[in-house]
């Protein structure tokens, strides 16, 4: 406040020095205009008026903190995964058909003998078919061998020889002839212990069918005779066993044996 009342009382000597300066006016002697500024500003610096009050405080306000804002990074690179392709379901109401296979009714029964068996094994009922003819009965005879066996059937007067081997058969015609000697090559070698020679009519097959005695080998028994039960069907022929077996005969000369 001091120096601006200083400040206005020179600007004020000077107006009035100034006012009285126009053509006319006295002529102010060199140094008296500043004498006369001095003693002003000595005379306003006396009259002012002292103050107790402090200077005011200075607040200062503090400046807003500065951080360092990171420049962002590069983003990292979009990796744009495949989309995967849905297929919808559709819904569908038709149920799904299980095709089954429906029985053949056939219009012959299957020996009772039989069916039980056969029934265990569709497989081989499929083959077969059903049957051609009725249960039939006869007398026959069963002789087993090293690697097979043979049946004679006394209605047909037909033999089959089975071969283990491979699985086949054949059907040779009874040669022997009531009378005839049972054994038709006594020249073959000595009968190995624990084992026999073929008579009668296995024998003729034995000894004079090419193939059936290495086929088969020795006998491990005597043929017996028994009664027994056989059918024919449409792929196939069935007969039972001298111990109620089951075997068959397919079209393709195959046999199955069922216990």
Known sequence: MRAKALLVAVVAFILAALACGPSGAPTLEPGVLETAVAQTVQAQLTTSE?????????????????????????????????????????????????????????????ASEFEPW??????????????AGERQQTWAAEE?????????????????????????????????VEGDPEDACPEVGDVPAGLSKPVRGFNRQWCSTA??????????????????????????????????????FHDDETWDYIE
């Open 118 to 131: 056969l029934n265990a094994h569709p497989e081989i009922l499929l083959t077969l078919g059903c049957p």
């Open 50 to 110: 002292p103050t107790d009050q402090p200077p005011p405080e200075v607040t200062e306000t503090p400046l807003p903190a500065i951080t360092d804002t990171p420049t962002p990074s590069s983003p990292p690179p979009v990796t744009h995964m495949p989309t995967p392709t849905v297929t919808p379901s559709i819904p569908t109401d038709t149920p799904t058909v299980v095709q089954t296979e429906t029985p053949v009714s056939c219009a012959i029964d299957t």
């Open 211 to 248: 193939g059936v005695r290495d086929g088969l080998g020795w006998a491990l028994e005597e043929e017996a005779g028994y009664d027994a039960v056989w059918q024919e069907f449409d792929h196939g022929y069935v007969l039972q066993s001298r111990a109620n077996h089951v075997f068959i």
């Open 144 to 176: 087993c061998f090293q690697h097979g066996r043979m049946f004679w059937q006394q209605d047909t007067g037909m033999i089959y020889i089975l071969y283990d081997g491979t699985g086949t058969f054949q059907i040779e015609p009874d040669q022997y």
